[in-house]
């Protein structure tokens, strides 16, 4: 399967385009560049809190502004960011492009209670002019394409999303990636597909498909059955950072890879510390990893156990014994899975 319409945000060019989503505590430097090697077109930060980034005190810890670090090799890169005052967010803007990402993020679609019920994220989608204003205030402050992240609605009742994508190209966002989901639904419940071809025949803008995008075929059938410019993927990665080689090689063959086995997944969970490791230290590397034990090892029978005992270890040679004793017991054939949950 061939995609006719490969996404293009500014100077950013993606063929086919599957984006790593940006994601709390889990899309860092480390697990960005690593799907960047597995094929991802695109990556983004973790969503960066505009107020915590202003305020942050020079001489003071740089917890928020460390989230805006990125290396080349991550390009194409974009930074997200959210808030609920206009003024901060101008602010945020200006700071995060300072850093000279690829774009600018706006997320107006994160469903957690402290973000959304304090008017930010998919609170937005209660308060159309203030998201219009945020939008505004952002453009203004950069010179870099402003996208935005949001949700179909607040919940099933208040599903305005041709209007909100109409607004947005009125003030200039350059793509749209949606959450087929409501706010009310967070992760849970069916997604909702059909939206993106009524958004596609409202906006000439790129329109990016997220929301239960699990594998190869289902990014192939979103592509087919939608019309999207891209596919954005977010847990399915954390369980999988193989997706995005999967989805490549499916989209160009029409074939399935086959299947990773446990000495891959041990060795690509080791070339994952080792880059978390290289960029921010022992300590954050060894933290970073705990996100993502489960992930690699979910399938193996006894995987709960041997997630707990990684997370415990506190020197990285420690870790890398274990994967590398792991490794060698680990021949090229599947080893017993746990049962389904």
């Known amino acids: 399967m061939s995609i006719d319409r490969p996404l293009r945000i500014g100077s950013v060019r993606a063929d086919p385009g599957l984006l790593l989503a940006p994601m709390e505590e889990v899309s860092g430097p480390a697990f960005r560049l ?4 597995l094929g991802a077109d695109m ?37 997200q960011i959210y808030g609920a005052s206009e003024l901060s967010m101008e602010q945020a803007a200006q700071i995060a492009t300072e850093r000279a990402p690829d774009l600018i993020d706006i997320n107006c679609g994160c469903w957690v209670s402290n973000v959304a019920l304090r008017g930010a994220g998919a609170g937005l989608l209660r308060d159309l002019p203030q998201m219009r204003e945020i939008v505004r205030r952002v453009k203004r402050a950069t010179h870099l394409p402003v996208t935005v992240k949001t949700r179909l609605g607040w919940d099933a009742a208040s599903i305005r999303i041709v209007e909100v994508a109409r607004m947005l190209v009125d003030e200039g966002v350059e793509a749209l990636a949606v959450h087929c989901r409501t706010r009310a639904q967070g992760h849970k419940g069916p997604v909702d597909y059909s939206w993106i071809p009524r958004i596609k025949e409202a906006v000439e803008i790129p329109v990016i498909l997220n929301g239960d995008v699990t594998g190869p075929e289902s990014a192939a059938a979103a592509f087919r059955e939608t019309g999207c410019d891209a596919v954005m993927i977010g847990r399915a990665a954390i369980r999988h950072p193989w997706i995005f080689s999967e989805i490549r090689h499916y989209l160009r063959t029409g074939r399935l890879l086959p299947p990773p086995t446990p000495r891959q997944r041990a060795e690509l969970c080791l070339r994952h510390l080792r880059l978390g490791v290289d960029y921010g230290g022992e300590r954050e590397g060894l933290v970073g990893m705990r996100r993502h034990y489960s992930g690699y090892f979910r399938e193996l029978r006894g995987a709960a156990r041997l997630r707990a ?33």
């Open 43 to 79: 990556v983004y930060t973790e969503f960066v809190n505009a107020e915590g980034l202003v305020r942050e005190a020079p001489d003071g810890p740089r917890r928020t502004l460390h989230k805006l670090d990125f290396t080349d090799a991550e390009r194409p890169l974009g930074i």
């Open 309 to 341: 005992e990684l997370s415990g270890y506190r020197s990285v040679a420690e870790v890398e014994a274990r994967l590398r004793e792991l490794a060698a017991s680990l021949d090229e054939a599947p080893a017993p899975m746990a049962p389904a949950a």
């Open 34 to 37: 690593l799907c960047r090697q």
